[in-house]
């Protein structure tokens, strides 16, 4: 499997700069971007710890990207996909009964989808 280290710290860093920069413009709203700054931090620790594992564990010989790979990012991809798409449509539902925020909205389908992911690959690459 490939490698998204440079991702998740892209995905990190701006979320950390985010929730910085919403904090000293806007600081009314201390609680939105205190959460964005905690994700940035959470990303960036699961990442370095998920590429230290990766390198202490890898051989010098690298494994192709084969068929088996393809098949669990295929699987994974169609749950994720399906989870948050089940996910979008009941909160539309909740949204004409209740105000949600968009950004606890979109904080709620960022996470979704990171975890979605995660754990379906975990699980395919265990039963695969």
């Not at 892209?10 to 994700?39: C, D, R």
């Not at 009941?90 to 960022?110: Q, R």
């Amino acid at each position: 499997m490939k490698r998204n280290l440079f991702q998740r710290l892209l995905t990190s860093f701006l979320a950390i700069i985010l929730g910085v920069i919403s904090l000293l413009m806007n600081p009314t709203e201390k609680m939105a971007a205190i959460y964005l700054f905690v994700v940035g931090i959470i990303i960036l620790i699961v990442s370095i710890t998920i590429y230290l594992r990766k390198s202490e564990n890898e051989d010098d010989l690298s494994k192709e990207y084969d068929e088996r790979d393809a098949l669990i990012e295929g699987q994974a991809s169609n749950i994720t996909m399906q989870c948050i798409t089940s996910l979008i449509i009941v909160l539309l539902f909740l949204s004409n009964f209740i105000v949600l925020s968009v950004k606890a909205v979109l904080l709620l389908l960022i996470l979704a989808l990171f975890i979605l992911n995660t754990v379906t690959k975990f699980y395919y690459e265990r039963v695969l």
